[in-house]
């Protein structure tokens, strides 16, 4: 037996994304996550605009390209009327957190079952590295080039804490995806929030910290350690809702 | 025993940086991309904890079998 397989879910070519993007990880734990639930052939990608739409060729399943910020919209429809799919939406931050915060936010608070992988990378990576809402205090893009400044751009916005304050989200977690022990933690959480889904417990959310060593302008290794120093402290990784622990 | 997909390789350095063994190394070949990959300098030290796979973002190294490194 293989101790590790590819997942037959992403295609058998180089991914679009740069050298040591995590996004291809977040991609590749996706497709590990729902091949070993078996339901490889009942997944449906919903895939957003930005770095994240670079799953367009990099993923081998069913999939739906849709509107700037409106996956987790477009999702809705999806599952209401094919309720026996995995169905999931790919999102990055500047997807998510700016032009889709009112799809996002109002589509956990009606508890849709479905799951939202969000890639958080702190940048627009796709449009050349502007500020996101989850850009770090200080942290230097193409439109804050001196640190980002909380006096006019505000504080990084948090997800995870803000969608779990909701009543009707069963499963919220972050996850860093720059160690070993993250990854295996992801891929256990993604595991867990698909099992939920299928099981028709209602909206999961899935939060990877991930990185953009292009736009950040550091080798892959550096980022890595820069999520350590900077990322992680203020982006905490963990479970912050588990209705199933709970009950 | 730790296979390297030499094509799908783009040289980040995840499995150099976190093989516990470190035992691979990249190497001075190209691929067709124009990336440097991997290679393992003591296979038989390999323990087949298959950090390395699961950390590749491009899923460029497998582990068809145990223990025959």
């Not at chain 1, 720059?178 to 891929?187: I, L, M, Q, T």
Request: glycine share 8%; hydrophobic share 35%.
């Amino acid at each position: 037996m293989a101790v590790y397989k590819r997942p037959e879910l992403i295609a058998d070519a180089p991914s679009g994304y740069c050298p040591g993007c995590l996004h291809s990880l977040a991609t590749k734990l996706v497709a590990e996550a729902i091949e070993e639930l078996g339901q490889a052939d009942n997944a449906l990608n919903v895939i957003s605009v930005g770095c994240s739409a670079l799953n367009i060729l990099y993923w081998s399943g069913d999939f739906l390209s849709v509107a700037h910020g409106r996956a987790p919209a477009a999702a809705t429809g999806i599952k209401r009327t094919n309720p026996e799919r995995l169905v999931f939406a790919y999102q990055g931050d500047g997807d998510l957190a700016a032009i889709g915060l009112a799809e996002i936010m109002s589509a956990a608070n009606r508890g849709e079952n479905f799951t939202v992988v969000f890639a958080n990378n702190q940048t627009y990576g796709m449009t050349g590295g502007q500020m996101a809402p989850t850009t770090l205090i200080g942290q230097k893009t193409t439109t804050t080039v001196y640190g980002r400044d909380p006096q006019t751009t505000g504080y990084p916005m948090k997800m995870c804490e803000l969608i779990s304050t909701l009543e009707a989200p069963v499963y919220v977690a972050r996850f860093a995806l720059n160690s070993p022990k993250g990854v295996n933690d992801a891929r256990k959480g993604l595991k867990k929030a698909f099992r939920l889904q299928m099981e028709g417990k209602g909206f999961t959310f899935i939060e990877l910290l991930t990185n953009c060593p292009t736009n950040w302008k550091m080798t892959p290794l550096q980022t890595l350690e820069y999520m350590n120093t900077n990322t992680i402290p203020y982006f905490k990784p963990g479970v912050y809702k588990d209705k199933e622990a709970q009950a | 025993m730790v296979e390297i997909h030499a094509y799908l390789c783009k040289n980040c350095g995840y499995c150099v940086k976190f093989c516990p063994k470190q035992i691979l190394e990249i190497g001075t070949q190209r691929n067709r991309h124009g990336h440097f990959y991997p290679h393992l300098t003591d296979a038989g030290a390999c323990i087949s904890c298959a950090i390395c796979a699961s950390m590749c973002p491009e899923g460029a190294i497998e582990l068809p079998e145990k223990g025959d490194a």
